[in-house]
C-alpha cells in the first residue's frame, strides 16, 4: 500500500511539468525555479544588481530513490564542485518505512560555497492550486541541510538567494 502511495505521489508530479520549465540543467539564470518532486540538481549562483544572486541548473537528473532520513551522506557528490548548491527534493523515511506515516517530502541542500546563505521558499502542495511560503534554514558554508514536511509536495521554487547575516 505505502508503495503504491508514494508512486502515486511522484508519477503525479509529472502532471504540471508543462508549467514550469526548470526540469533540466540549462543556461537560464533567475531569481528563482520551481522544480518537482523526485529531483536532484546542482546551482550555481551568479550576482545580480540587488546585492542578491540569482542562479543556473548545471546538474539536474530525476531522482526516484526512497532514503531513510538521517542517512543522507552518501545522496551527495563525494567530491563536489566548488561554488555551488546541491539539491535533492524527494521522499524520505523513519525506521525502516515500514508504515505511511513513516514518509515525509524532503529537501536536502548542501552548500558547496565558503559563506553562508539565506534564501526563500515556496510549495506547491497536492491538494491546492497555488504555491505558498513556507520557511527553510540558512545554508551554512560546506554542511547538510534537511527541510522535512509531513505531507505531500508537488513542487518547491527557490528564490531570492543571498548572503546570510545573523541578527
Known amino acids: 500500500m505505502k508503495y ?10 509529472f502532471l504540471f511539468t508543462n508549467k ?15 522544480f518537482k518532486l523526485g529531483s536532484k540538481l546542482t546551482l550555481k549562483l551568479v550576482k545580480n544588481i ?11 537528473s530525476e531522482f ?3 532514503f531513510k532520513i538521517f542517512e543522507t551522506e552518501k545522496l551527495f557528490e563525494k567530491n563536489p564542485e566548488k561554488e555551488t548548491i546541491e539539491v535533492i527534493f524527494g ?3 523513519y525506521k525502516e518505512g515500514k508504515d505511511e506515516k513513516d ?3 524532503v529537501m536536502l541542500s548542501k ?23 513556507t520557511s527553510v534554514t540558512p545554508l551554512n558554508p560546506g554542511t547538510r541541510h534537511t ?19 545573523s541578527k
Open 4 to 13: 503504491f502511495f508514494y508512486s502515486l505521489i511522484f508519477f503525479s508530479s
Open 20 to 34: 514550469l520549465t526548470a526540469q533540466s540543467a540549462n543556461d537560464t539564470i533567475a531569481n528563482g525555479m520551481a
Open 50 to 60: 540587488q546585492n542578491s544572486f540569482d542562479y543556473k541548473v548545471i546538474k539536474y
Open 64 to 66: 526516484t530513490e526512497q
Open 91 to 93: 521522499i524520505g523515511y
Open 103 to 105: 514518509f515525509q517530502t
Open 111 to 133: 552548500n558547496n560555497y565558503s559563506f553562508p546563505l539565506q534564501f526563500d521558499a515556496e510549495i506547491k502542495v497536492w491538494n491546492k492550486e497555488e504555491f505558498e511560503a
Open 147 to 165: 527541510e522535512l514536511w509531513p505531507y505531500k509536495i508537488d513542487y518547491i521554487a527557490l528564490i531570492n538567494f543571498r548572503n546570510y547575516t
